[in-house]
């Protein structure tokens, strides 16, 4: 049974930070590619940046710059590194895997909430 769980979201400040994780169970992990999606009330599911399998990785125009993603294959892991916070990343952060062939898995959300 594949399980995505997401931790680290909360309440901060507008220009500080917030670290996501992400545990993954039930995949060779190695050979997904990972990633974070968030929703924003009102709208819909977009990407935030994705790493693949191989360690490339790519992001929203919104939060090049501001936010990193990375992984850590032997511990199943995937991080979201988000520096100088705006209100308008608000919103509910999933963590994604995908695999060709395979399909999409997704976690049950995290939280993140931009404000003073």
């Known amino acids: 049974q594949v399980q995505l769980v997401e931790s680290g979201g909360g309440l901060v400040q507008p220009g500080g930070s917030l670290r996501l994780s992400c545990a993954a169970s039930g995949i060779l992990f190695n050979l997904w590619t990972m990633g974070w999606y968030r929703q924003a009330p009102g709208k819909e599911r977009e990407l935030v940046a994705e790493i693949s399998s191989g360690g490339t990785t790519n992001s929203g125009d919104s939060v090049k710059g501001r936010f ?49």
């Open 68 to 116: 990193t993603i990375s992984r850590d294959n032997a511990r199943k892991m995937v991080f979201l590194q988000m520096n100088s916070l705006k209100a308008e990343d608000t919103g509910v952060y999933y963590c994604n895997a995908r695999r060709s062939g395979l399909g999409t898995k997704w976690g049950q959300g995290t939280q993140v909430t931009v404000s003073s």
